[in-house]
Structures are given as structure tokens and as C-alpha cells.
């Protein structure tokens, strides 16, 4: 047996996974235990349940993978500071700072950590893989393919910000680089900085903001920006940036070129100008990712495609790079993001280091990111009735009838079950699901429930046997980061006064017969639920359907903003009960909002830092 | 020590032997202006962790 833990941390969003003979065992999030959001951390908790999962100690792990190279970011870092020198010495004297103290000495910090839970840890078990070849080998090994072009983009790693990769059995080659300070992971997080969301987490926002605004400035950036070359290469013009040696991602030159300064969330609204900066930062990105996959797929014409790194979570690009059809084949790792490197590491020493071979099936070997715990249902009723809960535990099937008779009747339920997701992304185990028919939810949902803007959309979860009926989309996509439109047959068109309508306005205006899932340009972001990967999740679409003809749900992350996505049961009923969840289901316990002791509710809203 | 010795045989391997000297004197200087600190806090910018 060989067992290599992989660790990804000191950072954002720290991780472990583990992969015992090349199989995926288990892979968790730091901040899923810990309840801090990114939690940066050296992931104990996360590392002590992976190898509880397997039931195994640190001392039987033959590797410690961990998903970066110290040496080399610090590289990176001194070469900015003197070639920006004397600029940038506030920065330069914070990082130094934080590097001389710690980071530089992450070996050691990493034996130090890994001798608290085991005294003998052996120092010379510990492997350093490049920050981008741990986001390729996560987005190429797992995936099913025996040959594929592999593409990573995120904000920077060592050096890297962008890299193309070639996949072939255990081999996988990085044969592209692109450097810091361009990055389009960066672009994009100067954008998000700049409409005055939270950098490496308001992402997603500022793609949710941007069906709602024209991209008037798409020329600009294009102009000004970023150098797009024919290849889909591009280069960023620092006249405009300070993130190389400042303290914010844009300067001033930047805020006279739009003509406004960064908004300040706590004293300015969103405006529609707002709304075109994110259209335009957005149809910029998926310009850039359309034609490097275009200049890819014609250079190497292998039918594969996988995808890695933060900007691999930009669903509404890789939807278009799908619809463009020069790829046979996506496949994105759910977890793109940084933890998900904890997972790349750890399958590259498997593969890379040791050269063990790859076998390929027809699907994914992510077990469908189901990696993290899970509880027994004696554990979920002790948990319960230490908590206070008032619950009663039914048979299956009653659970999933239930539950879908709920929704019928627009419960807001708290759906637990089996093991946690590993990655961004609750995918009907840790949800809250609703039913998508309804006028009013996305904005209650928003406001009452997970206590955040009005704007942001919802997922839907449909069967994977009914996608193609209700989207123009006829693929897996089991991760949810492909975005496809509704179906013309299901959508509802403007009236001349609601075409008139500008910006947020329009969030009232039902796009479809499912309006809480559709987007106002009549996008969605699909999860496809296969029987095979997720049966209990399944049997419950299945049963809405049965009585709605509706065969999907609204899916949506348990939490509320600025929290992680619920792990243990306790966290699940705390959340239910500071918010306006109507019914929570944890394995077969079935508890309804109205029959809990309200002395138990507190006051959720305020209780974690807003993200 | 091993520290030490693992540094130097990135430096070498990576043939940035200019990076030695700024090195040396970031060491020398940095531990003074880290001791001569407080609690080192990372500032929330994205690209220097």
C-alpha cells in the first residue's frame, strides 16, 4: 500500500486529500471544520479526517504532497520588488514581513505541524509540487480521459499564472507558461476589487452582476488593459495595475479610465455602471479563454479538454467554450480552485513521481466530489437531540416524500446527506433546495435565507435524462460550472415596459416557467444528478417530478453569506435555526421549523464577517 | 541549517546566483525589521502570499 497525503494551505482555502494505491480516498476543506471562510491555515482538522476516513495514522503515509514551491514564489516576489524598486516598499516590507517570519521557512513549518500529529514524522516524506502542475494534475488525472490538453488559469502561483499541459496515460507535461504579472485571473480579480466586492471571493459576484449590464467598456480593456495576441496569449499593461508591488489590485490611472474610483461597498450601491464593468470584464475573459481553447483544440487536435484554477470556476466561460463545440470532451475539476491542488499534489506523486499508470473509465474517479464525512443516522439523532432539535426519523422513502411534498408547497429545506462536497460547490448533500416554479423565491431565498444581495442567481439540480428538455445543453455537467440557456419552449419574453426596465429592475421580470433559476439573460447554472453518482438526491428530483412534472430543484450552498457550507449536523441545525429554513432533513430525521423551541434561535445574520 | 542548504541548492538549481547577495542582506535586514515588529500580519492583497 501507498498512501500520500496531499496539503494544500498558507494561502487561501487550505486542504487536505488523501489517495491510497492511486484511488481518491477522501479530500476535505479546512474551513469546512474550522467555520472560518478560506480558512489559510495549516489544515489539521482536514488532515486528521482524512486519514480517520481511511483509518489510518500519519506515520503509515509513504508522501506528503504539498501543492506549492516556497522557494520559487519567493523567487517571484524578490525579482518584483527590484524591478520595481524603490516603488513598492510598504508592500515590500509587509511581505518580508510575513515571509521572513514564516513562509519562507514553510518546510519546516509543514514538519513542525505534520510532528504535532505524529511525533516521528519524518521530514524527508515531504514533496513540493509546482502550484500550477497540482491544479493540472487535479484537473487531468481524475478526469477520464487517456489523452487531453490541459489548461490551468488562476491568479498566480510561483510564477505561473497560465499554463497548457499535455495529458497522455500517466504522463502529463506543462509545454506552456504564462507569467506574473499578466495574469487573467488577476485582471478579473482587479475588476472584482474595483466594483468593490471581496478579492478571491467576490468573483462569482461580479459574474452574477454581469448579465444585468451592457459591456461598454469591452473595447476599453481590450484597448488600454489587456494585449490579446492571435494565439489567445495576452499581456496586461501595468500602467494600470498596482498589485505587483501595492496594497490594492488598480491605481489610480485605472479609476480615471472608467472615470470612477473603486465602489466602497459600505456607503456605495451598485449602479448600472457597475453592471457594465462586469459585462465587460466578463465577455473580455470569455473572449480570451474562446480563443486560446480555439488555438489549442487546432493545434494539438486531441478531443479532450481539461480545465483547472480559479478562472476554471467562471461557468459561464466554460459554457461557451462547450458550446462551441471543438472539444469532444470538458472535463473541470470541481474543486478548481487552491484546495483542490491539495488533491493535484497527491496524484502527482502517484503518477508523475512514480510512475504508477492511469486507467481510465467512462466516468471521473471524484466519486462525484462526494470526498468529505459522513454521518450515521445514530450519530445524526444524537447530534440532533444533544442540539435540542425536535425531530422525528422516518424510512427512506417516507423522508423523500416528505421532503419533495414540502417543496411542492415552497418549503425552504435544509437538505444533509451522506459525505460532504470537496470544493466550492454543495451538490445535494450539504444544500438548501427550494422549488425553481416559484416567482418570489430567488429574491426570499436571497434575503431571508442565506442574507445576501438581491442579484445573485440560483442553481438548478435536474435529472440528468430531462437536461436536454429544459436547457440547450445535452452533457454531464455534475459540478455545476457549465452555464447553458433555458430551453426557448420554457421561456417567458419581455413586454415593451419591461424591456424598459434598467439593471436590477429587471430581477422582478419571471425569464421561464422556472424564474428562480433562470437567469435574466436565460442562463442557468446546471447540475446534472445522475442516478449512479448521487441516488438519494435523484429519487427525490424524481418524486418532485412526479407530482410537478418539474424535474429539478433549486440548489443552492447551506450557509449563509460569509459562512463555510455546513459539515457536521450541529452546523446544519444552527443554520436552520438562525435563518428562515422551513424544514430540515439529515438523513432520515426529518425537522420542521415551526415544532423547534424558539429559544433556540439566534441571530445568524450578524454573526459571520460578510464576504 | 538544512534550511540554509536547501536554499542554496535552489539557487543553484534555478542558476540565479544574483539572487545570493540580495539574499544574504534581505536575511540580515529582515530579521530586524521582523523582530523589531509586532505580530506579523498578512496584508489582504492577493498576489504577495
Same mark, same amino acid.
Not at chain 1, 121 to 127: A, D, I, M, S, V
Not at chain 1, 504 to 512: A, M, P, V, Y
Not at chain 2, 7 to 15: E, S
Given at each position: 500500500m501507498t498512501a500520500i497525503l496531499g496539503i494544500s494551505g498558507y494561502y487561501h482555502d487550505s486542504a487536505a486529500a488523501l489517495v491510497?494505491?492511486?484511488?481518491?480516498?477522501?479530500?476535505?476543506?479546512?474551513?469546512?471544520?474550522?467555520?472560518?471562510?478560506?480558512?489559510?491555515?495549516?489544515?489539521?482538522?482536514?488532515?486528521?479526517?482524512?486519514?480517520?476516513?481511511?483509518?489510518?495514522?500519519?506515520?503509515?503515509?509513504?508522501?506528503?504532497?504539498?501543492?506549492? =514551491?516556497?522557494? !520559487?514564489?519567493? +523567487?517571484?516576489?524578490?525579482?518584483?520588488?527590484?524591478?520595481?524598486?524603490? #516603488?513598492? @516598499?510598504? /508592500?515590500?516590507?509587509?511581505?518580508?514581513?510575513?515571509?521572513?517570519?514564516?513562509?519562507?521557512?514553510? =518546510?519546516?513549518? !509543514?514538519?513542525? +505541524?505534520?510532528k504535532k500529529i505524529d511525533k516521528k514524522f519524518n521530514r524527508e #516524506?515531504? @514533496?513540493? /509540487?509546482?502550484?500550477?502542475?497540482?491544479?493540472?494534475?487535479?484537473?487531468?488525472?481524475?478526469?477520464?480521459?487517456?489523452?487531453?490538453?490541459?489548461?490551468?488559469?488562476?491568479?498566480?502561483?510561483?510564477?505561473?499564472?497560465?499554463?497548457?499541459?499535455?495529458?497522455?496515460?500517466?504522463?502529463?507535461?506543462?509545454?506552456?507558461e504564462i507569467h506574473f504579472p499578466h495574469s487573467l485571473g488577476l485582471l478579473y480579480s482587479a475588476f472584482t476589487y474595483y466594483t468593490g466586492f471581496k478579492v478571491n471571493s467576490g468573483e462569482y459576484k461580479l459574474m452574477g452582476l454581469a448579465p444585468y449590464g451592457e459591456p461598454k467598456y469591452k473595447n476599453i480593456i481590450l484597448d488600454q488593459l489587456i494585449d490579446v495576441k492571435a494565439d489567445g496569449s495576452y499581456r496586461l499593461n501595468q500602467k494600470y495595475f498596482n498589485y505587483a508591488t501595492g496594497l490594492t489590485m488598480t491605481n489610480k490611472k485605472f479609476s480615471q479610465l472608467f472615470g470612477q474610483n473603486p465602489r466602497k461597498p459600505e456607503s456605495e450601491n451598485i449602479t448600472p455602471f457597475h453592471m457594465d464593468i462586469a459585462a465587460s470584464i466578463q465577455a473580455v475573459t470569455e473572449e480570451v479563454m474562446l480563443l486560446m481553447t480555439q488555438n489549442l483544440a487546432q493545434e494539438f487536435s486531441i478531443p479532450n479538454l481539461c480545465l483547472a484554477g480559479g478562472v476554471a470556476l467562471n461557468c459561464v466561460a466554460n459554457g461557451k467554450i462547450l458550446k462551441q463545440g471543438l472539444f469532444k470532451n470538458i472535463w473541470i475539476q470541481p474543486a478548481a480552485g487552491d484546495a483542490g491542488g491539495a488533491l493535484g499534489a497527491a496524484l502527482a506523486v502517484w503518477h508523475k513521481e512514480l510512475d504508477n499508470p492511469r486507467q481510465t473509465t467512462q466516468t471521473d474517479t471524484m466519486q462525484g466530489a462526494y470526498l468529505g464525512p459522513q454521518y450515521s443516522q445514530a450519530q445524526i439523532e444524537q447530534a440532533l437531540s444533544a442540539c435540542g432539535g425536535i425531530f422525528e426519523t422516518v424510512p427512506e422513502d417516507k423522508m423523500i416524500e416528505l421532503t419533495a411534498q414540502a417543496l411542492t408547497q415552497e418549503k425552504t429545506i435544509g437538505w444533509f446527506q451522506g459525505r460532504m462536497e470537496f470544493g466550492p460547490r454543495a451538490l445535494g448533500a450539504r444544500s438548501i433546495i427550494a422549488d425553481p416554479r416559484s416567482k418570489t423565491m430567488q429574491k426570499n431565498l436571497n434575503l431571508k435565507v442565506k442574507y445576501r444581495e438581491s442579484f445573485r442567481p440560483f442553481a438548478p439540480s435536474v435529472l440528468r435524462e430531462d437536461v436536454d428538455k429544459w436547457f440547450e445543453l445535452d452533457a454531464d455537467s455534475p459540478y455545476?460550472?457549465?452555464?447553458?440557456?433555458?430551453?426557448?419552449?420554457?421561456?417567458?419574453?419581455?413586454?415593451?415596459?419591461?424591456?424598459?426596465?434598467f439593471g436590477i429592475d429587471k430581477l422582478n421580470i419571471s425569464r421561464s416557467n422556472i424564474p428562480a433559476v433562470t437567469h435574466i439573460d436565460y442562463s442557468a447554472r446546471i447540475q446534472t444528478v445522475d442516478k449512479n453518482t448521487n441516488q438519494k438526491y435523484h429519487a427525490l428530483i424524481t418524486k418532485f417530478k412526479e407530482y410537478t412534472q418539474c424535474p429539478m430543484l433549486i440548489n443552492t450552498s447551506f450557509n449563509v453569506r460569509g459562512e463555510p457550507i455546513v459539515a457536521t449536523p450541529e452546523d446544519a441545525f444552527r443554520c436552520f435555526m438562525g435563518t428562515d429554513i422551513d424544514m430540515l432533513v439529515i438523513g432520515n430525521s426529518v425537522l420542521y421549523k415551526h415544532q423547534q423551541n424558539k429559544a433556540l434561535k439566534e441571530n445568524y445574520e450578524e454573526k459571520y464577517e460578510l464576504d | 541549517m538544512s534550511f540554509l542548504k536547501e536554499l542554496f541548492t535552489f539557487v543553484k538549481a534555478r542558476k540565479k546566483y544574483w539572487l545570493l547577495p540580495v539574499l544574504i542582506v534581505m536575511l540580515l535586514l529582515g530579521s530586524l525589521l521582523v523582530f523589531s515588529q509586532g505580530t506579523a500580519v498578512a496584508p489582504l492583497i492577493y498576489t504577495i502570499f
Amino acid at each position: 500500500m501507498t498512501a500520500i497525503l496531499g496539503i494544500s494551505g498558507y494561502y487561501h482555502d487550505s486542504a487536505a486529500a488523501l489517495v491510497i494505491d492511486g484511488k481518491i480516498i477522501a479530500a476535505a476543506q479546512e474551513e469546512r471544520f474550522s467555520r472560518k471562510k478560506h480558512d489559510p491555515s495549516f489544515p489539521h482538522h482536514a488532515v486528521n479526517y482524512v486519514l480517520s476516513e481511511a483509518g489510518i495514522l500519519l506515520a503509515d503515509i509513504d508522501y506528503v504532497a504539498f501543492y506549492d =514551491k516556497p522557494f !520559487l514564489k519567493f +523567487e517571484r516576489l524578490l525579482e518584483t520588488y527590484v524591478a520595481h524598486a524603490p #516603488k513598492g @516598499l510598504r /508592500s515590500f516590507s509587509m511581505a518580508m514581513s510575513v515571509w521572513l517570519r514564516e513562509k519562507l521557512f514553510q =518546510k519546516d513549518l !509543514l514538519h513542525q +505541524e505534520l510532528k504535532k500529529i505524529d511525533k516521528k514524522f519524518n521530514r524527508e #516524506k515531504l @514533496l513540493f /509540487s509546482e502550484h500550477h502542475f497540482s491544479h493540472a494534475a487535479s484537473a487531468y488525472y481524475p478526469s477520464p480521459f487517456d489523452e487531453a490538453i490541459v489548461l490551468t488559469l488562476d491568479g498566480v502561483g510561483e510564477w505561473a499564472t497560465t499554463t497548457v499541459g499535455i495529458g497522455k496515460g500517466n504522463k502529463l507535461d506543462i509545454i506552456k507558461e504564462i507569467h506574473f504579472p499578466h495574469s487573467l485571473g488577476l485582471l478579473y480579480s482587479a475588476f472584482t476589487y474595483y466594483t468593490g466586492f471581496k478579492v478571491n471571493s467576490g468573483e462569482y459576484k461580479l459574474m452574477g452582476l454581469a448579465p444585468y449590464g451592457e459591456p461598454k467598456y469591452k473595447n476599453i480593456i481590450l484597448d488600454q488593459l489587456i494585449d490579446v495576441k492571435a494565439d489567445g496569449s495576452y499581456r496586461l499593461n501595468q500602467k494600470y495595475f498596482n498589485y505587483a508591488t501595492g496594497l490594492t489590485m488598480t491605481n489610480k490611472k485605472f479609476s480615471q479610465l472608467f472615470g470612477q474610483n473603486p465602489r466602497k461597498p459600505e456607503s456605495e450601491n451598485i449602479t448600472p455602471f457597475h453592471m457594465d464593468i462586469a459585462a465587460s470584464i466578463q465577455a473580455v475573459t470569455e473572449e480570451v479563454m474562446l480563443l486560446m481553447t480555439q488555438n489549442l483544440a487546432q493545434e494539438f487536435s486531441i478531443p479532450n479538454l481539461c480545465l483547472a484554477g480559479g478562472v476554471a470556476l467562471n461557468c459561464v466561460a466554460n459554457g461557451k467554450i462547450l458550446k462551441q463545440g471543438l472539444f469532444k470532451n470538458i472535463w473541470i475539476q470541481p474543486a478548481a480552485g487552491d484546495a483542490g491542488g491539495a488533491l493535484g499534489a497527491a496524484l502527482a506523486v502517484w503518477h508523475k513521481e512514480l510512475d504508477n499508470p492511469r486507467q481510465t473509465t467512462q466516468t471521473d474517479t471524484m466519486q462525484g466530489a462526494y470526498l468529505g464525512p459522513q454521518y450515521s443516522q445514530a450519530q445524526i439523532e444524537q447530534a440532533l437531540s444533544a442540539c435540542g432539535g425536535i425531530f422525528e426519523t422516518v424510512p427512506e422513502d417516507k423522508m423523500i416524500e416528505l421532503t419533495a411534498q414540502a417543496l411542492t408547497q415552497e418549503k425552504t429545506i435544509g437538505w444533509f446527506q451522506g459525505r460532504m462536497e470537496f470544493g466550492p460547490r454543495a451538490l445535494g448533500a450539504r444544500s438548501i433546495i427550494a422549488d425553481p416554479r416559484s416567482k418570489t423565491m430567488q429574491k426570499n431565498l436571497n434575503l431571508k435565507v442565506k442574507y445576501r444581495e438581491s442579484f445573485r442567481p440560483f442553481a438548478p439540480s435536474v435529472l440528468r435524462e430531462d437536461v436536454d428538455k429544459w436547457f440547450e445543453l445535452d452533457a454531464d455537467s455534475p459540478y455545476m460550472l457549465f452555464v447553458a440557456d433555458v430551453q426557448p419552449a420554457h421561456r417567458i419574453s419581455m413586454t415593451p415596459e419591461e424591456q424598459a426596465l434598467f439593471g436590477i429592475d429587471k430581477l422582478n421580470i419571471s425569464r421561464s416557467n422556472i424564474p428562480a433559476v433562470t437567469h435574466i439573460d436565460y442562463s442557468a447554472r446546471i447540475q446534472t444528478v445522475d442516478k449512479n453518482t448521487n441516488q438519494k438526491y435523484h429519487a427525490l428530483i424524481t418524486k418532485f417530478k412526479e407530482y410537478t412534472q418539474c424535474p429539478m430543484l433549486i440548489n443552492t450552498s447551506f450557509n449563509v453569506r460569509g459562512e463555510p457550507i455546513v459539515a457536521t449536523p450541529e452546523d446544519a441545525f444552527r443554520c436552520f435555526m438562525g435563518t428562515d429554513i422551513d424544514m430540515l432533513v439529515i438523513g432520515n430525521s426529518v425537522l420542521y421549523k415551526h415544532q423547534q423551541n424558539k429559544a433556540l434561535k439566534e441571530n445568524y445574520e450578524e454573526k459571520y464577517e460578510l464576504d | 541549517m538544512s534550511f540554509l542548504k536547501e536554499l542554496f541548492t535552489f539557487v543553484k538549481a534555478r542558476k540565479k546566483y544574483w539572487l545570493l547577495p540580495v539574499l544574504i542582506v534581505m536575511l540580515l535586514l529582515g530579521s530586524l525589521l521582523v523582530f523589531s515588529q509586532g505580530t506579523a500580519v498578512a496584508p489582504l492583497i492577493y498576489t504577495i502570499f
